[in-house]
C-alpha cells in the first residue's frame, strides 16, 4: 500500500467501503458515528466536528495522501471543507455520493429546510418530520409548531435534550432508530394524525423510498428538500480509484461462465471498442443487437440499429454492454440496466456496471480468460494476447491426450 488514507463520515458508503480491509483512519462527526464503525479491522476513528484548518492539520500530524469524503449527502458544509483542505495541503480527493431517489406520488421539492417550512405556515395539518435533528430550528416559528408538527430523530440523550429546548414534549416525539419500513411509516402517520411527510433524499440506506411509499398509501403529501446537483463515485468505483492509486492488493474477479448461445446480447455504441465486444459476444453464440446514432467499418453481419438508444432496447437482453463515447448517456444505461436486472458492463467506467467484460481466449469450446481486476487494461491485454499464442497448442495437446488414453 502506497501512502495514507483517510475517510469522513459515519454513513452506510463509509462503512461499506472500511468493510471491505482498507487500511485508513475514519473522521466521524458523533459518538453514535463511531460506534456504527466498532469492530473493523484496520480503522482508527477519530470523533469530533472538524473545521477547514483542523483537517488541514490533521492531514499532516497524519501524513494522509488520499482521502475519501462519503460523509452525508446533506453535510454540504463539511464536503466544502474536505474539499478546500484537500485542495490546500495537496491530498488527492473522492466523493463518494449517494444515488438519489426516483420520486412518485405527491411529492413537491424545495431546496432548504426554511422554504418546508413556509410552505407549512398558516396551515392546520399535521406533519412528520423526517429530516433530523439538526434541521429542526428552522420549524420552530411555524404556525401552532407544539400541537402540529411530530419530529422522528434518533434516540440519544443530546438529540432528546435539544428537541426539548425547541418545544417538543414527549408526545410529538419520536426518538427511534431505523431502518424503518414502508408499514412502518403508515403506522406513524396514522398514530400521529400526519398528513405531510417532510424529509431529506438520503436514498435507500435513509429508507427513502419507503417514506414515498407510505404517504402515497396513506393519501399524504411529501415535501421534500432537495439536496443540490453534487455528482460523485459509488463505492464499487472508489475501491477501484483506490486500488489504482495507492497500489491495493485485490482479490481476483470470480470468472462466471454464462451460456450465450441465442440469447440476445445487447451492445449500445458503434465505435471499435464497441465492435471488438461484439464480436467477443458473437463468438460465443450470443444474438447481438447494437444500437448507435453512427456505426464504424466492420459491423457487417451484425443486427444493428443507426439510431439514439431506448430503454426498451433491453427488453429481452441477458446482458447489456454501454460503450458509447458519452459518459452520461452510459451512466444512464448502467442505471437502466440494474433497475432492470440485466447485467452491464460499461467500456469507459467498469466498477460502474455489474460484470467486467472479460478478455476471452478459446480454441472451439476450450476457454479461458484473462483480467487484472479493472486495475490495468494494458497488462490485461499482454496477458490475452501471451494466452491466445499458446492456447491453441496446449488445447490440442489435451485432446492428443485424451485420445492416446482411449487407445
Request: net charge positive; with cysteine; charged share 30%.
Given at each position: 500500500m502506497n501512502g495514507r488514507l483517510l475517510v469522513f463520515g459515519g454513513t452506510t458508503e463509509a462503512r461499506e467501503l472500511l468493510r471491505r480491509g482498507v487500511p485508513a483512519v475514519c473522521c466521524v462527526a458523533t459518538?453514535?458515528?463511531?460506534?456504527?464503525?466498532?469492530?473493523l479491522e484496520n480503522v482508527r476513528v477519530l470523533t469530533g466536528r472538524l473545521d477547514e484548518t483542523a483537517m488541514e492539520d490533521l492531514f499532516r500530524a497524519e501524513k494522509v495522501t488520499h482521502v475519501i469524503d462519503a460523509t452525508h449527502p446533506y453535510a454540504l458544509e463539511v464536503t466544502k471543507n474536505v474539499?478546500?483542505?484537500?485542495?490546500?495541503?495537496?491530498?488527492?480527493?473522492?466523493?463518494?455520493?449517494?444515488?438519489?431517489?426516483?420520486l412518485f406520488g405527491d411529492v413537491t421539492a424545495v431546496a432548504t429546510p426554511e422554504e418546508a417550512a413556509a410552505l407549512l405556515d398558516g396551515g392546520g395539518e399535521k406533519v412528520l418530520l423526517t429530516v433530523g435533528s439538526k434541521e429542526l430550528p428552522a420549524f420552530a416559528g411555524v404556525s401552532r409548531a407544539k400541537e402540529r408538527l411530530f419530529a422522528r430523530v434518533l434516540p440519544t440523550s443530546d438529540v432528546i435534550a435539544q428537541c426539548e429546548a425547541l418545544g417538543y414534549d414527549a408526545g410529538h416525539l419520536i426518538a427511534m432508530q431505523g431502518p424503518f419500513s414502508a408499514a412502518m411509516n403508515e403506522q406513524m402517520l396514522a398514530a400521529t394524525g400526519a398528513t405531510v411527510i417532510v424529509t431529506k433524499d438520503g436514498g435507500a440506506s435513509g429508507g427513502m423510498e419507503e417514506k414515498l411509499r407510505a404517504a402515497q398509501n396513506r393519501g399524504a403529501r411529501v415535501i421534500l428538500i432537495g439536496r443540490g446537483d453534487e455528482e460523485g463515485a459509488t463505492v464499487d468505483e472508489a475501491m477501484l480509484w483506490l486500488r489504482r492509486e495507492m497500489k491495493l492488493e485485490c482479490p481476483p474477479l470470480f470468472?462466471?461462465?454464462?451460456?450465450?448461445e441465442g440469447k440476445k446480447a445487447l451492445l449500445i455504441g458503434g465505435g471499435p471498442v464497441a465492435l471488438r465486444r461484439a464480436q467477443t459476444l458473437k463468438s460465443c453464440g450470443a444474438d447481438v443487437r447494437a444500437v448507435a446514432v453512427a456505426f464504424c467499418e466492420g459491423w457487417d453481419g451484425f443486427d444493428t440499429a443507426a439510431r439514439e438508444w431506448r430503454e426498451s432496447d433491453l427488453d429481452g437482453a441477458v446482458l447489456a454492454v454501454a460503450a458509447t463515447d458519452n459518459r452520461e448517456q452510459n451512466r444512464l444505461i448502467a442505471a437502466a440496466a440494474k433497475k432492470r436486472g440485466v447485467p452491464v458492463s460499461i467500456a469507459d467506467n467498469a466498477a460502474e456496471g455489474t460484470f467486467y467484460f472479460p478478455a476471452l481466449i478459446h480454441c472451439g469450446a476450450a476457454a479461458v480468460s484473462a483480467s487484472s481486476g479493472g486495475l490495468d487494461p494494458a497488462l490485461t491485454r499482454r496477458l490475452a494476447d501471451r494466452l491466445r499464442e499458446i492456447w491453441p497448442g496446449i488445447v490440442a495437446e489435451e485432446l492428443h491426450r485424451k485420445e492416446e488414453n482411449r487407445r
Open positions: 459518538a453514535y458515528g463511531a460506534k456504527l464503525l466498532e469492530g474539499r478546500r483542505a484537500c485542495e490546500r495541503t495537496g491530498v488527492k480527493l473522492l466523493r463518494v455520493a449517494r444515488a438519489r431517489t426516483p470468472p462466471m461462465l454464462l451460456p450465450l
